[in-house]
């Protein structure tokens, strides 16, 4: 005789879990928008605090510039070497330029320099807000009356969307000069069909797309970054002080990469 | 009968399952001073933390002047805040600021006065607390007496007119601690800021406090004077000041 009601117990249990985890995922998400709008509007609060915009700008944007050139160098060296034979086989060799410079401004560039940046200066925030947090600096602010949102938050979010679109510019510049030096000077691809087949394909409309994915890449970023450090607190499963704040770092980075990749499908698809 | 400064009534407060606070009376008076001690783990940082704001009562009212704080209109809660300073157990100085842009923070960061005047306080109070050279200093280049020195600096540097010690001597050493114990009270004469310090240095605290409250799990089990604890016949009073179970 079946006993159907054996596992009923356990069967609540599971579903007590998934109504937990999807009322946790719903909650911070909330939270995450709040912060978020929080952090924008404080931006708008005199007086502006150009000098905290200042430093961070430096710390994302100028300190990030020598990974950026060489992440750039090197993929752009990699697509014109892989470009060179794959366009051989179709005796289409002199496109190298157009596929190069395209693939690198409409997709490569933003999104490997938002990767890049992520791992540089992103995981540094979650850190350092992080461990503000647990070792109540981030409470003292509020003691003190200084917003937190606005001290910590809406700095780094300008400064990042300043930076952003320009390391994405220079990655782009970068990227298409390591094509030529594959392309033209290793393959032999004559330089001038080189440089107008790039001038030629790349319209305004891809570089705008470019810009459009690092400005909000800048967002994506810096938001979930500086979230995951400011409510380190608030994860009961990833443990208090070292151990939460390097769990936050490591979810940061992981976090931001996905939704890189997806926010840059999603822009891609109303782009095309 | 004088009206209290602040007033815990009834105030419970509890995270997830464990309840810290269940059902704490306190009264605070205006130009006290007023030592909470207790075991460790019995809510008292948690007690301080209600009347900055920093946590909020599941039950009970937080009286200031007689007036509850939740029903107090935003701007007069602002002020009521403004007056209020605290000073944090581990310091929470931050890293990337030196000596001076801590202690300058409150100052600089709300526009209170103009950056000459904000150079001019914060070198006076570094001064009276004996922190002249070390302003370009960062917190880490610092002794842990140094560190609460300038802690301090920077809870006074506003002029509040409430300061809240959370435990103020944690890992000094006996002289270390009766410096900062004498750092207060000489400011606290000077400044007459009502001043509420949580404490485990018995009998040192009592030299230092006007008045006394015991927290016990969870609820306030003595407040009296520091002559009327010496001579209480209350058993948990009498045997956690001798330090028996």
């Known amino acids: 005789m079946a006993k159907p009601y054996i596992n009923r117990p356990m069967d609540t249990k599971q579903i007590e879990n998934i109504g937990g985890a999807t009322l946790d995922a719903v909650t911070s998400i909330g939270r995450m928008t709040l912060f978020f709008i929080s952090g924008v509007a404080c931006i708008f609060v005199r007086p502006f605090q150009l000098d905290k915009i200042f430093d961070h700008t430096w710390f994302i944007g100028a300190k990030s510039l020598f990974v950026i050139v060489l992440t750039g160098l090197f993929t752009g060296m990699v697509l014109g070497l892989q470009g060179y034979y794959t366009l051989v086989t179709f005796g289409s060799e002199a ?116 810009f459009l994915k690092s400005f909000v890449f800048a967002i994506v970023v810096t938001t979930i970054c500086c979230y995951r450090g400011y409510y380190t607190h608030l994860s009961t499963t990833q443990g208090y002080g070292a151990k939460g704040v390097s ?23 109303f782009l095309v | ?90 310091n929470a100085l931050f890293d990337f600021l030196t000596v001076f842009d801590n202690i300058a923070l409150p100052l600089a960061e709300n526009c209170l006065y103009p ?36 802690a301090l600096a920077r809870a006074l540097v506003t002029d509040p007119k409430v300061v809240l010690f959370d435990e103020p001597t944690t890992g000094l050493d006996p002289i270390r601690k009766k410096k900062v114990h004498t750092m207060i009270e000489e400011y606290q004469r000077q400044f007459g800021f009502t001043a509420v310090i949580v404490s485990h240095d018995i009998p040192e605290i009592f030299d230092l406090a006007q008045h006394v409250a015991m927290l016990d799990e969870g609820k306030i089990v003595f407040q009296g004077t520091k002559e009327d604890i010496l001579h209480t016949h209350t058993n948990i009073v009498n045997a956690f000041i001798r330090g028996e179970e």
């Open chain 1, 247 to 269: 769990m936050a770092t490591t979810n940061s980075v992981v976090q931001s990469c996905v939704y890189i990749l997806i926010v840059d499908y999603i822009i891609t698809y």
């Open chain 2, 115 to 150: 950056k000459s005047i904000i150079e001019e306080r914060v070198n006076t109070r570094m001064q009276q607390l004996g922190l002249g050279p070390i302003g370009g200093k960062f917190p880490f280049q610092l002794s842990g007496g140094m560190r609460k020195r300038v």
């Open chain 1, 95 to 210: 496109a190298l330029g157009a596929a190069v410079s395209l693939s690198i401004i409409r997709e490569l560039g933003p999104v490997l320099s938002a990767i890049m940046i992520t791992a540089r200066a992103g995981s540094a925030m979650a850190a350092e807000i992080g461990v503000m947090r647990i070792s109540e600096q981030i409470d003292a602010l509020e003691t003190m009356q200084i917003h937190p949102i606005r001290f910590l938050f809406s700095p780094r979010i300008v400064a990042a969307l300043i930076s952003f679109p320009l390391l994405t510019a220079i990655f782009d510049v970068v990227g298409i000069f390591g094509g030529y030096l594959t392309g033209s000077l290793m393959m032999g691809i004559n330089q001038s069909v080189y440089m107008d087949k790039v001038v030629e394909s790349v319209r305004t409309i891809d570089i705008f797309g470019g």
């Open chain 2, 1 to 90: 009968m004088t009206l209290p400064l602040i007033q815990f009534v009834d105030i419970k407060k509890s995270f997830g399952s464990n309840h810290v606070l269940k059902g704490v009376n306190l009264s605070i008076y205006q130009g006290d001073i007023l030592a909470v001690i207790g075991k460790s783990g019995t809510g008292k940082s948690v007690l301080l933390k209600h009347i900055i704001g920093l946590v909020s009562q599941d039950s009970g009212e937080l009286l200031i002047r007689g007036i509850p704080l939740h029903s107090m209109p935003r701007k007069e809660k602002l002020l009521f805040k403004n007056e209020l300073s605290y000073m944090f157990q581990e």
